[in-house]
């Protein structure tokens, strides 16, 4: 089992910065990818970053030069730095963990809830 655990989530003004953090322990043998996702009410959970390999990232388009994932392979911690926010970026963003297994392992957190509200 991986248990994941995020942090960071509040309500900023638009325009601010919020960092998430989510922090992943347990049995884990190989991470083949760690990743943000986030779920606005009444819409599908979409990706919102993601970080392969430990150095491919990929984001979606909404959030491109905005938002930036990174990782701490050491503490097996990945990071999402939030820039520049806007009304819509509220929701509830969760962490994501796959690992390299045969099927994969997918891990979810418990979410944290960004609002972005004046």
């Known amino acids: 089992q991986v248990q994941l655990v995020e942090s960071g989530g509040a309500l900023v003004q638009p325009g601010g910065s919020l960092r998430l953090s989510c922090a992943a322990s347990?049995?884990?043998?190989?991470?083949?990818?760690m990743g943000w996702y986030r779920q606005a009410p009444g819409e599908q959970r979409e990706l919102v970053a993601v970080?392969?390999?430990?150095?491919?990232?990929r984001y979606a388009n909404s959030v491109k030069g905005r938002f930036t994932i990174s990782r701490d392979s050491a503490e097996n911690t990945v990071y999402l730095q939030m820039n520049s926010l806007k009304p819509e970026d509220t929701a509830v963003y969760y962490c994501?963990?796959?690992?390299?297994?045969?099927?994969?392992?997918?891990?979810w957190g418990q979410g944290t809830q960004v609002t972005v509200s004046s």
């Open positions: 994501n963990v796959v690992l390299r297994t045969a099927p994969p392992q997918n891990y």
């Open positions: 970080l392969v390999n430990g150095d491919s990232t």
């Open positions: 347990g049995n884990m043998y190989s991470i083949y990818a």
